[in-house]
Nanobody, 126 residues
């Protein structure tokens, strides 16, 4: 069973930056998809960024140019570098993985993933 452990959330002022990390054994697989999602109370989980084993990436329009998804295979870690943070970015952030290669918009869909982390809270104040 693939386990995911997230870290890096916290409180920051608008305009600030945070880096989320997700340690995951999925990176030992030859084929995989990984994504970052976020959720606020009363709303569904929203895809933020995704990446597959070919290095293809995709971002939600709301974070393009501000967030960067990346991975470190040597550390079995998925990252989400978040910059120019806005109060609307406040949410619980989750990493997700699946041992299958998806591309394009599929990487931002919750139904594409079978493994989920416990979430890390990001709070951006104005």
């Amino acid at each position: 069973q693939v386990q995911l452990v997230e870290s890096g959330g916290g409180s920051v002022q608008a305009g600030g930056a945070l880096r989320l990390s997700c340690v995951t054994s999925i990176l030992t697989y030859s084929t995989y998809s990984m994504g970052w999602f976020r959720q606020t109370p009363g709303k569904g989980r929203e895809g933020v960024a995704g990446i597959n084993n070919a290095g293809e990436t995709i971002y939600a329009d709301s974070v393009k140019g501000r967030f960067t998804i990346s991975q470190d295979n040597g550390k079995n870690t998925l990252y989400l570098q978040m910059g120019n943070l806005k109060p609307d970015d406040t949410a619980m952030y989750y990493c997700a993985t699946r041992a299958a290669k998806y591309s394009g918009d599929y990487l931002l869909q919750t139904f594409a993933y079978s493994n989920w982390g416990q979430g890390t809270q990001v709070t951006v104040s104005s």
